[in-house]
C-alpha cells in the first residue's frame, strides 16, 4: 500500500471520529498522522478544528498557522483559521481570511456564511444578510441560512421577512424548530393560528430530540399565554424548563461560592482610589442587571440618542475577567493583585477591551454595553472603566423572575431553569447589589422597570441627566430606533412604552408557589 492510500485510510478514521466528537482522540491521532507525514495539510486542519471544538482557540490558530505554511491554498484551513479569530474577537483577521477565501473559490459556500456571522456579531446586519443570501446562491438547501436570515432581519424589527426565512428553513427540515421558537418570538397568536396547529402537529407526529421539544416547548407555551390558556402555557413551560436543565451544567453551590469570593476580595479593595489612577476618558455606557429587567429598553432608549452606538451585549468584559482574575473558574486574589496594583497593567485591560470594538466602526462619542450579568463585574468596572456609567435596571423580582422561566437562553444563562436555582441565583444578585451599593455609594443610577413604564419621560430625563446627555425628543420616541435587537426582547423593545406587563407574575402564581416563597 502506497503513501497515499495510507493517508487516506487514516483521515476516513479521523473524520469517523468527528461524527461522535471525541475530539481529545482526534488531538492526539492527528499528532501521530502529523509525525508521520509532517507535509500533509489536511491533518493540521483536523487538529486545528478538534482544538477550537474544545473551546481551545489560540492553540488552534498555532497549528492551523502550520498547516497554511505548507498549503497556502488550503481553504478549509483558512476558513478555520478565519473562524478561530473571530471566536477570540480579532475581527480584522478574521475578515481578511473570509475574504481571501472567497477569492480563491467565488462558490465557498462556508466562507459566505461564516462572514455574515462576522457582520451578524459587528451588528452590520445589512452586510450579513448580504453575505447570507450569496452563501444562498450555492446551496439553498440549508435551513441553518434561512434562520441566519431570519435572526438578522428580526434583530432590524423587520419580522415579515423574519418569518418568512424560518418558516423556509420550516420547509427545508420540519424538526427545524428553533425557527418556530424565532417565529413565536415577534408574533401575537390566537387559539386558531395556523403555525400554532403546526407546532402542535409536530410534537404529536414527529419523532423529535430533547433539544427540538424545548425549542417547541417555550414556542407553544408563548402562543397559549397570548390568548388565555394560562395553564396549558404553564404545562409546555415546566416540560421545556425540565428538559433545558438535563441539557446545561449548572451548579448552584458553585455559584453561591462564586459570589462570595467577590464580596470577599472587594470589601478589602478601596474601589475609589482608582479614579484618581485612571485616565480613560472614553465614554462607556454599562446596562446591567439581571436579564428580562428592561435592559433591551433601556438601551433602545439611551441608543436613540444621537451621540450614543448601542453596542447590544458585548462578551467582551466577561472574556477579560474570566481569563485575568480567574483560574480553574475560581477567583484568583493573586492574579488581581498583580494587575491593579500596577497602573500600567491597568490601562493595558481596558486597552484590551477597547481593540474588540474596532471592528464595529464606531464614530459616536457615547456607546453602550448591555450585557445584564456585567453586574457581576461592577467592581472591576470602577478599576479599568472608572470614568463610565453604570445604569442598573431592576424589575419587581417575580415579574422578572417569571420573565426568566418563560425563556430559553444561550450563552451563560443556565440558573432559570427550575423554580429553586431560579430563585436562590436571584437572591444571590439581589444581596451582590447590596453589596456594590454600600461598597460604591452613588456610583451607579437605579432605574425601576416600573417607573420607566409608567413614568417615562422623568425617568428617560433622569438616564439621560445621569449619562451628561442633552435633553433629546428621539429618546422617548425610542420605537423608531434602528439599532438592531438580539435577544428575547427583540418583539416587545420595538414597541412604544406599555405597561401590560406590569404584575404579568400573577398569571402564574398559583403554580410557581415553590419560586414565589424564596423571593
Known sequence: MDNIEKIKIIVKEIQNLFYTKKYGLIIQETKKAIKKYPNISIFYNMMGLALSKLGKFN???????????????????????????KNIFHYEEAEKLYKISIEKKKDYFNAYVNYGNLKRDLNNFTEAIAQYKNALSYNKNIPDIYYSLSMAYQALGNFK???????????????YTKADLLISRSRKYNAEDEHLKKMNEKLLKENLNNSEKVDLYF??????????????????????NKLQRNNINFDLNFEKKSFEDLKNFF????????????????????????P???????????????????????????????????????????KINEIINNEEQISQVAEEYYSYLKGYKISSKFLTDKAPLNFLWIGFIRIFFPNSKIIHCKRNAKDNCVSLYKNVFEGGINFCYTENELGEYYKLYENLMVFWESKLPGAFLNIEYEKLVTEPKNEIKKILEYCELSWEENCLNFSDNKTPIKTASVGQARNRIYSSSLNSFSKYEVYLKDLFNLL
Open 267 to 290: 470589601s478589602k479593595i478601596d474601589l475609589n482610589k482608582y479614579k484618581n489612577i485612571s485616565n480613560d476618558s472614553r465614554n462607556i455606557i454599562f446596562i446591567l442587571g439581571m
Open 219 to 240: 414556542a407553544l407555551a408563548k402562543a397559549h399565554e397570548d390568548f388565555g390558556e394560562i395553564k396549558k402555557s404553564f404545562e409546555y413551560l415546566r416540560e421545556g
Open 59 to 85: 492553540d488552534a490558530i498555532l497549528v492551523l498557522k502550520k498547516g497554511l505554511g505548507i498549503n497556502q491554498n488550503d481553504l478549509a484551513i483558512i476558513n478555520n483559521l478565519a473562524n478561530a479569530y
Open 161 to 175: 421577512e423574519a418569518e418568512a426565512y424560518a418558516k423556509k428553513a420550516i420547509e427545508i427540515n420540519n424538526k
Open 292 to 334: 428580562r429587567s428592561g435592559t433591551t429598553l433601556t438601551e433602545q432608549i439611551v441608543s436613540a440618542h444621537s451621540k450614543v452606538y448601542g453596542s447590544g451585549e458585548l462578551p467582551y468584559l466577561t472574556k477579560i475577567t474570566n481569563e485575568k482574575f480567574y483560574e480553574n473558574r475560581t477567583l484568583s486574589e493573586n
